[in-house]
């Protein structure tokens, strides 16, 4: 309902009373010697700096997440589970925050002077999925009314302890109970909440009703119900059902019994472990002389012989039957010993759930004693740091196909898993705005994701002058860029029409049409992409196009970036809009009061696009079509003898430094480990050259080199994975082309460079990644034209066609097709 910020030196009655409702957050200068209750989160202060050994302990020690920095975040995300991780973030830096990092945590606490519900809703919508905590700077605690207003948005208040108290609720501070009922609500006449009671591990004692009073009683004083009977109970921790009209108190039960029948449930006698659990503790307390209980709990030698003679049969059983009847034995034995030690099975689970939340792990070897292979070294600590320090060798994996299995080789041929379907729910909300509201949520979007403030969405040609002034060695590398990529792709245009003579009298012809209206989507915003408008925009020109409508986030300012104006005016564009985003998307494909719509999208972009646009094609009121799916930016180099070690790894890099989500596979045909170690030293010098060192060491921390020991074999694997980009590395690498069956676009021998392809030498860059490059083309001209066919018959041909197809009618039950024929042969 609310959580609770202890700094150093808070505790006692308080936190006692807290943690009966709930997790707590800690400051991290909290001292690592005092003890942490089970749930809680650590704070990270902005100032301090990251250490990652720190998260680590932190988490180790039990903490259920870590609430950190934007700093911090961008560190932690490639390697703690974003389950684990909550972004501390002041309200008005949200556009600091970067796809990456949001899609890295499971939340945000949003630091702000004062809660406003409306702000915090909108940003909810930015953080589509995760949990929103917020924390106000205001000294006075927030009203019963607007913690439930924060709540009823999805978002959960963070109160600082010197706004706490166990006393009556003032102006300066709120009762934890009165924060804690705040929500809860009644559907009973007389205002009691239906209330169950379980033992600490869940187990049902009984239902009763609470009221406010009593609850707030419980949550104070840590008490149950009972006093005056003898049987009472300890709570351990209070909790709210999903809907917020029933409770959960969970117990530790003292006296005979929870129910009136001097039982420990109202609903049955206990059975299983939990009935277990009681017996022995029973027994522990009072066991007879003689009896074997007793014998076990006065004899520790003979308790551990038998736990490791039943776990001796438990590892030889085998059958279904065996195997629980072994496991119980066990059971009954590994739980005397821990009644014995002050455990129960509360203990038990506790210690497992902090176990699951530590993220260092060892080897989990058995030790000498218990392994047949008692040299083994004792396992070790692994701490996750994947190759993260800055004078690390950046290294690839390494598979050998002569060695591995099919299902392993089907393995290095898989591509990460893309959540489509929630992406595409994520999205839904943005493209359903702009398709009903159209002008105006352009702009409230843009202003939200792309910190922009327009006043109108779209630039109509002819475009300002001094909205196209690049710099003059830019300009005059586009014109050649544009002057090569136009006659490779006015080549491809289909501008004649097929004519076929199926029969005498009978002609089928096919001609093409470019389609009338297309929406280019050229990502920008802080990056400068020219190339991307210039890959979409030529071939829609080429193929006649009447409407283009260029797409692209403005900066922050509200101009688009003065090379992609340089370039949407010398494809002639019809429109620029300036959006980004599904926004964007959505705009093209429905139309708004200024955005024309388009009738095919293409593009590259972020999952957000590629979500909207999957999403758009799908529906039928739209009617527009796609490109192609889309995926994460991918190479695979096929290298033998004859490659140049830095040529192969200046490749492999070229394509990892667009994302850590690249894919980079190098296939190694017959290398030696020292023609392999020459290229893998030159992945790590060209490497630590780059400004974007630190997306390539987990790009390429990620890949993989797969040695094969013919080009047969390497051509054959990379059929199989289908990349977007092929460099071949090889000796007489034209004759090989003829064999390559899925491939975006290839790069023929050591001086065809990938990056040429992608920005100046004819073909185009928009292809296909995510191993679709088995069933689609990249962008070409044809994409942008469509093809119609025709048929033109005389009467001789249709007295010769006419019978063959009457019958083919009547044989499907179609008379009126049949008729249509018949009715002119009768005439």
């Known amino acids: ?43 990270v202060d902005h100032s301090r700096p990251f250490v990652l050994d720190e998260a680590v302990s932190w988490l180790d020690r039990g903490v259920e997440k870590l609430i950190v920095p934007l700093a911090w975040a961008k560190e932690l995300i490639e390697l703690i589970s974003s389950e684990r991780l909550l972004l501390l973030l002041d309200v008005g830096n949200i556009s600091a925050v970067s796809d990456t990092v949001r899609n890295g945590v499971s939340g945000v606490l949003l630091k702000t002077p004062a809660i406003d519900l409306d702000l915090i809703s909108s940003i909810s919508k930015f953080f589509t999925g995760s949990a929103i905590h917020v924390l106000s700077s205001s000294s006075v605690p927030p009203t019963n009314s607007l913690i439930r207003g924060l709540l009823g948005i999805g978002a959960t208040p963070v109160l600082p302890a010197s706004q706490l108290t166990l006393g009556v609720t003032s102006d300066a501070q709120i009762n934890i109970a009165d ?90 006698e206990t059975s299983g472990l939990p009935a277990l659990e009681r017996t022995l503790r029973s027994r522990f307390e009072s066991a007879p002389e003689g009896s074997y209980t007793k014998r076990l709990f006065s004899d520790p030698e003979l308790l551990r012989s038998k736990i490791m003679e039943e776990a001796d049969e438990l590892c030889r059983a085998e059958d279904k039957a065996d195997v629980a009847f072994e496991a119980a034995d066990l059971f009954y034995f590994a739980l005397t010993k821990c009644i014995a030690a002050g455990v129960g099975i509360s203990d038990i689970e506790a210690s497992l759930d902090k176990k699951a ?39 690839m994996r390494t598979s050998d196909l002569a060695h591995i299995s099919a299902d392993e080789r089907d393995a290095l041929l898989r591509r990460p898993v893309l959540k489509s379907d929630e992406m595409i729910t994520r999205v839904k909300p943005i493209v359903d ?18 910190k922009a403030q327009l006043e109108s969405t779209v630039v109509f040609p002819p475009f300002a002058a001094d909205t196209m002034v690049v710099d003059p060695k830019v300009g005059d590398a586009i014109k050649i860029a544009y002057a090569n990529i136009k006659k490779f792709h006015e080549a491809q245009a289909d501008t004649g029409t097929l004519r076929v003579e199926t029969m005498p009298g009978v002609v089928c012809s096919r001609f093409a049409r470019p389609i009338a209206r297309v929406g280019l989507y050229v990502p920008g915003g802080t990056a400068i992409l020219p190339s991307t408008a210039l890959m979409l925009g030529i071939p829609a020109q080429v193929a006649g196009c009447q409407q283009i409508v260029l797409a692209t986030p403005p900066r922050p300012d509200g101009s688009i970036s003065p090379e992609v104006m340089y370039v949407a005016n ?22 708004t009061e200024t955005v024309p719509k388009v009738d095919k999208i293409f593009g590259p972009g972020n999952q957000w696009v590629t979500a909207a646009k999957m999403l758009v094609q799908n529906d039928t009121d739209a009617l527009v079509s796609i490109d192609m ?31 850590i989500d690249s894919q980079v596979v190098l296939v190694a045909v017959n290398l030696d480990d020292g023609k392999l170690a020459e290229i893998e030293n030159e992945v790590d010098i060209q490497a630590h050259a780059l400004s974007r060192v630190d997306i390539v060491r987990k790009s390429i921390g990620k890949s993989i080199i797969v040695k094969s020991t013919s080009v047969e074999e390497a051509i054959a694997f990379s059929n199989d994975y289908a990349p977007e980009h092929l460099i071949l590395h090889l000796k007489n690498a034209s004759e090989k082309v003829q064999f390559i069956d899925n491939a975006g676009s290839v790069f023929v021998g050591p001086y065809s460079p990938e990056s040429c392809g992608d920005y100046a030498s004819g073909t185009n ?63």
């Not at 840590?222 to 005056?228: A, L, P, Y």
């Not at 939340?357 to 600590?381: D, I, L, Y």
């Not at 980004?580 to 429905?590: E, F, R, S, V």
């Not at 192969?648 to 070229?654: E, G, K, N, P």
């Open 765 to 827: 860059h928009t292809l296909p990644t995510n191993g679709y490059a088995r069933q689609f083309s990249g962008v070409n001209t044809l994409s942008f034209q469509k093809h119609i066919t025709s048929q033109e018959i005389t009467e001789a041909g249709l007295k010769a066609l006419g019978p063959v197809v009457a019958t083919l009618a009547d044989c499907e039950g179609l008379e009126a097709h049949a008729n249509a024929v018949r009715i002119r042969l009768r005439a």
């Open 1 to 43: 309902m609310f959580l609770p910020l202890l700094l150093e030196g808070d505790g006692g009655e308080l936190l006692d009373a807290l943690t009966r409702i709930g997790p707590v957050i800690f400051s991290s200068s909290r001292s690592p010697d005092l003890p942490l209750p089970a749930h809680c989160l650590i704070l």
């Open 357 to 395: 939340r530590r993220v260092t792990r060892r080897a989990g070897n058995a030790k000498p004693e218990w392994s047949k292979q008692p040299t083994a070294p004792p396992p070790q600590p692994i701490v996750p740091v994947p190759d993260t320090e800055e004078d690390a060798p950046i290294r």
């Open 179 to 268: 924060a804690f009922l705040a929500p809860i609500v009644s559907d009973r006449p007389d205002g009691l909440f239906p209330t169950v009671v379980s033992t600490e591990t869940g187990h049902s004692l009984g239902l009763v009703y609470s009221s406010s009073a009593s609850v707030k009683e419980s949550i104070l004083t840590g008490k149950g119900k009972g006093e005056t009977s003898g049987a009472t109970q300890d709570v351990v921790s209070i909790r709210l059902d999903c809907d917020s009209d029933s409770l959960e108190f969970r117990v530790v039960q003292h006296g005979a019994g929870f129910c009136h029948l001097d039982r420990q449930s109202c609903f049955s």
């Open 433 to 450: 705005d702009v398709r009903t509201r159209g002008d105006a949520a352009l702009l409230e979007l843009t202003a939200k994701f792309d």
């Open 629 to 659: 799916p889309a995926g994460p930016s991918e190479v695979l180099v096929i290298a033998d003898y004859t490659a140049n070690p830095a040529f192969v790894a200046a490749d492999l890099l070229s394509q990892a430094e667009h994302g």
């Open 570 to 591: 010398l494809v002639g564009a019809s429109a620029v809009l300036k959006a980004g985003g599904a926004q964007a998307i959505a705009a093209l494909a429905y139309g």
